[in-house]
């Protein structure tokens, strides 16, 4: 790659970075623009050089956020190796997975999310701090949709932080801020798990993949800067955001695969 290839990366690895930080999908800058800027590589090599600056940037701002946000940590801790397992379960059959079919529903979610967050404003605005000590059946269902999200961002992966940052406003009566936290270290744990089986089919571009960590650490500490200082308004804004980016993007592909 020339220089000019590499500055691109570079500032859309930060832009990435910065994406994740707020309210997930860097995904959605980082691939298309691999895929672009180096049209030699395959998809899973793309995703999975995207796989590792991922990891390297949510894990980042997830340290950044966990030191100033409130926070249940062993419960945090129970997360880590579900996800991961899940993940990499996930990422295992995803070979087998019709990425046709799974479109629809996910744009389907999507918007039934967007749209019960528009409608109930106070919605991941405060948190019920009588729910601290999660009763057992919360916790059980919490665990369980954990499992499931963890296992989609293995097979398919868009949307994964905004499903993840509603079922633990919705279950566990979380704000966003301390969703968008937990939400995080289950990303960074899912990650890994995908980011492994990516190892073992040697699919990453290792000299690439670590100047793209680098970059999206950066865009991911900016990111997590933005996240203190807007709190739960700007994340119920940056969740809708998302929402309309996401469906829009995912309409496309379908449009072009039904081509």
């Avoid at 948190?127 to 999200?149: C, M, P, W």
């Avoid at 800067?225 to 969740?239: D, E, I, N, Q, S």
């Amino acid at each position: 790659m020339d220089i000019a290839q590499w500055i691109v990366l570079i500032i859309g690895a930060t832009a990435a970075g910065w994406v994740d930080a707020v309210i997930g999908g860097g995904g959605l800058v980082l691939i298309p623009l691999i895929l672009s800027v180096v049209p030699g590589f395959s998809y899973a090599t793309a995703a999975a050089t995207n796989k590792m600056a991922a990891v390297s940037g949510t894990a980042s701002a997830t340290w950044a956020l966990a030191r100033k946000v409130p926070l249940d940590k062993r419960f945090a801790c129970q997360l880590v190796p579900l996800a991961l397992l899940c993940s990499a379960g996930g990422a295992l059959v995803a070979a087998q997975i019709n990425k046709d079919i799974m479109r629809p529903v996910v744009i389907v979610l999507l918007l039934f999310s967007g749209t019960f967050v528009a409608l109930r404003p106070q919605f991941g605005q405060q948190r019920q701090d009588n729910q601290e000590k999660h009763s057992t059946l919360r916790r059980v269902a919490i665990l369980g949709v954990v499992a499931l999200i963890a296992m989609y961002d293995g097979v398919f992966g868009p949307g994964t932080g905004m499903f993840l940052i509603m079922s633990f406003s919705a279950i566990i009566a979380k704000d966003f801020m301390q969703s968008a936290v937990l939400a995080k270290i289950v990303n960074t744990s899912t990650n890994l798990g995908a980011l492994a089986v990516f190892i073992a089919g040697g699919y990453v571009m290792w000299k690439l993949g670590v100047v793209l960590a680098l970059a999206n650490i950066a865009g991911a500490q900016l990111g997590a800067r933005t996240v203190l200082g807007g709190g739960t308004k700007l994340l119920r804004r940056a969740l809708l955001v998302l929402v309309v980016v996401m469906s829009a993007y995912l309409a496309w592909q379908q449009y072009v695969a039904m081509r």
